[in-house]
């Protein structure tokens, strides 16, 4: 069982100390959770790969067109299954940092092992969320139109959108201006919801990786319950954890820029296809590396969010040390 | 394993101090505060001073002097006014608060000396110096973040360290029901609080000042557990009935208190 930690164990966790204790679980174990992550980024790549390899067997040799019919969903199963793939190994890094953060470490056998059996929960609980994000945005779409339709009516009347001529628009300049503003801000509500909402689902598949016996649709309904109220410190946490990655994107950025002048140096020049190639080349590597090295920060920091919750909203780590040994007869 | 870095100092006087260090998360917020407020004080300036500009330059007109040289003596002021705002934003909170500014206020950390003493004009004057430096390209931050001290460049000039500030939970006052009072008092002659341990009672203290933040499913859940286990502690035969489990939480939380408090006396005989 968990150690008798000092009574700061419960102690719940400040915005920043998120963030710091993410940082240090991460450098705590950086080459476990980076080879994850490689695994899992390379699992996304798989089928871009197979899409390119299949346009560019059809481009060269022109026929076969029927095997279309069998490759196409062939590579809508790869993708959905890679998709899986890489949410499975973002759940292991979130299922192997959440052992280190309760002092109960799991080995990554065990850990793969469980999280390989909820494969399909992940993509499942993934889908659930698009869909929901989804629905989101066309609502506040039907409401920005509605909004913006209504105010031209009323104003002007039902003749502008009837017969638009050039002295109509020209004279309501002014409502044209009003408008444009109203939709500026309608559309920072919009982002501050759309951040909130973020924050309210947080950690689901962290959740999903941890609490046995879950199914994808209850993880959703359980973690806007342990969100509640907690939704702009999350948001703030996401933001700070945020402001500490920049440095690393500019760190990648000043690598690329680098490596771009060494390419330079070297005699390429930089109007050849070739430096172009190069160029679009680094990028992406420096891309793929970058999301690499960024992906388990996220997951822990995700952890460790999803932990405080737990000991905020269902007093998680709370109970009386099992004093079985001392209380029983010593004699 | 330890969620925060810890660093121990001894003082000049050789008393070993512990502290936790204050972590990348709660400096870069507190630099995030910071420099808001010092982004509005600056925004407040410039418009103070445009406006003094304009006066000043309309009161020469009228006064039919000569002023071409006016403008960029204004302009030059105004930047070195900035650059004093700038750096003695920073000094000046971290002499006047012991080491807090604003930012740090709020997040709960604090600078201090290298050997734990509290910082002087010389150290934060030379800290905020070196601000510009640690902010080009973000050097602090890998500094902060490689560093086994959490020294970002100003840090190691000035021989200092940022700490978390160890002030305890401010002590709320819990609130407890008529029938756990009642409970209480009779709850020594029907258990053996003696079994208690302090642990216990930080459990019992935690859940009852949090447990209105939790939710009610859960809440419940842990409250019953909590108060199975204790009975079971403190050799309890039955919970007298109708009373809930957080009565009888809240019951041997002020039992525990006034069972402690009397026999504090003997000790110091």
């Known amino acids: 069982m968990a150690s008798p930690s000092d009574s700061s164990s419960f102690q719940w966790l400040s915005v920043g100390n998120v963030v710091s204790a993410g940082f240090r679980l991460y450098g705590a174990n950086p080459k476990q959770y980076l080879t994850i992550a490689l695994f899992g980024t390379l699992w996304v790549l798989l089928p871009f790969i197979a899409t390119i390899g299949v346009v560019l067997f059809f481009a060269t040799v022109q026929n076969y067109y029927a095997a279309l019919g069998l490759l196409i969903p062939a590579l809508i199963v790869l993708y959905l299954y890679a998709v899986a793939k890489y949410l499975t190994n973002s759940a292991l890094i979130a299922r192997l940092a959440f052992g280190e953060l309760t002092n109960q470490p799991e080995s990554l056998t065990d850990a793969r092992r469980y999280v390989r059996s909820r494969q399909w929960s992940f993509l499942g609980a993934a889908f659930l969320l698009s869909l929901i994000y989804m629905s989101v945005s066309i609502i506040f779409y039907i409401i920005l139109a509605i909004v913006i339709v209504g105010l031209f009516v009323s104003v002007i009347g039902v003749q502008i959108f009837q017969n638009p001529t050039p002295e109509a628009l020209s004279a309501n300049i002014g409502l044209f201006i009003l408008t444009g503003l109203l939709i500026l801000l309608l559309l920072l509500v919009f982002f501050t919801f759309l951040l909130w909402f973020a924050a309210r689902f947080v950690s689901v598949e962290v959740l999903l990786a941890i609490e046995p016996g879950v199914t994808a649709t209850q993880t959703i309904g359980r973690m806007w319950s342990l969100t509640k109220g907690s939704a702009w410190r999350i948001a703030l946490i996401l933001f700070v954890t945020f402001l500490v990655t920049l440095p690393i994107q500019l760190l990648a950025q000043v690598v690329t820029g680098g490596a771009d002048a060494v390419i330079r140096a070297a005699g390429v020049s930089s109007g050849s296809s070739t430096y172009t190639t190069l160029s679009i080349l680094i990028a992406y590597v420096m891309g793929f590396a970058l999301s690499i090295l960024v992906l388990p920060l996220w997951q822990i920091i995700k952890t460790v969010i999803y932990f405080d919750l737990r000991s905020r909203r269902e007093g998680f780590g709370l109970q009386l040390r099992d004093r079985g040994t001392q209380s029983g007869p010593q004699l | 394993m330890r969620l925060f870095n810890r660093v121990s100092l001894s003082t000049p006087e050789s008393v070993e101090l512990e502290f936790t260090l204050a972590g990348i998360g709660n400096r870069t917020l507190a630099l995030v505060i910071d420099y808001h407020i010092l982004a509005a004080i600056l925004i407040g300036f410039w418009i103070l001073w445009s406006f003094f500009t304009l006066g000043l330059l309309s009161y020469f007109d009228k006064a039919r002097v000569n002023y071409t040289a006016a403008p960029i003596w204004l302009l030059a002021i105004a930047f070195l006014v900035s650059f ?170 002020v039992a525990y208190q006034q069972f402690f408090d009397s026999e504090r006396p003997d000790d110091r005989r």
Do not use: C, H
Request: proline share 5%.
């Open chain 2, 84 to 253: 004093v705002l700038f750096t003695g934003y920073f000094a000046f909170f971290e002499v006047v608060w012991q080491g807090q500014t604003p930012g740090k206020r709020i997040t709960k950390i604090r600078v201090i000396r290298d050997d734990g003493r509290p910082i002087g004009l010389s150290q934060a004057v030379l800290r905020s110096l070196l601000r510009p430096i640690d902010d080009f390209f973000f050097i602090g931050v890998f500094f902060i973040l490689l560093g086994k001290q959490e020294k970002r460049l100003g840090d190691w000039a000035a021989g200092t360290l940022v700490i978390q500030e160890q002030r305890p939970d401010r002590k709320s006052t819990l609130a407890i029901s008529d029938q756990a009072r009642t409970l209480a008092i009779e709850l020594p002659t029907l258990a053996d609080l003696s079994q208690l341990l302090p642990d216990d009672f930080a459990v019992v203290q935690t859940y009852l000042s949090r447990r209105y933040t939790m939710e009610p499913q859960a809440r419940n859940d842990l409250s019953l557990k909590l108060a199975r286990q204790l009975r079971n502690l403190i050799g309890l035969e039955i919970i007298p009935p109708n009373t809930t489990a957080d009565q009888f939480l809240e019951a041997v939380y």
